[in-house]
């Protein structure tokens, strides 16, 4: 959607039927209201890409050069498939011989190529599904954009999300082979010393970084991993 429509109604008509909605919560409002002034809300839409979201894995596989042709890949908390989208066309897609894994409680529309699993990556018998749908192969790559639902409380949304990055660390080196690479996003706190001590043990390069496409409000980030010592 367009946010230069000619004329004098568009983008401020919309912020003002939002902030003055009934029954809508002013988080949700923030929310929307961000979603409509968002340029990459905007651009995603006019690419044909399933979320903002994708932006951030172009923009973090541009500064670190992650996905290549032929890889198997692991593509944690995938739901709407933004980061699958972008991870076909960089790497290939084989419907015959998919080397895509993805997995959500959400669902998730088909995207040659990759295989989909819908379970909750908490579940006990989650890391033995993707397993079996990589057929027994390691991974060259394991991305990890999963957050629990926020509470609005800081310390315990960051907490929550600080676990469900370890919970992917620890499948990760389970899975890579030898100088595969991990990815998760992580919110700014100090409490992620664990999950840093645990990748600098196993990986040869460990980074924080930032890409522009997360919102400047927000405490995301993502701690990038490269160089898996097996």
Known sequence: ??????????????????????????????????????????????????????????????????????????????????????????????????????????????????????????????PAAILDALGGHKADLVLSDMAAPAVGHRPTDHLRIIALAELAAHFALEVLAPRGAFVAKVLQGGTERDLLVLLKQNFEKVQHAKPPASRQGSAETYMVARGFKG
């Open 1 to 126: 959607m367009s946010r230069k429509t000619p004329g004098r109604t568009g983008a401020r008509e919309l912020r003002t039927r939002v902030k003055t909605a009934r029954g809508r919560t002013v988080s949700s409002t923030q929310w929307l209201q961000r979603q409509l002034n968002d340029p990459y809300v905007a651009r995603a839409r006019a690419e044909g890409r399933r979320s903002r979201a994708a932006y951030k894995l172009l923009e973090l596989n541009e500064k670190f050069r992650l996905i290549r042709p032929g890889m198997r890949i692991v593509d944690l908390g995938s739901a709407p498939g933004g980061w699958s989208q972008v991870i076909t066309e960089i790497a290939g897609a084989d419907e015959k011989n998919p080397k895509i894994v993805a997995i959500d409680c959400l669902d998730m529309e088909p995207i040659a190529g990759v295989i989909f699993v819908k379970k909750d990556f908490n579940d006990a018998n989650a």
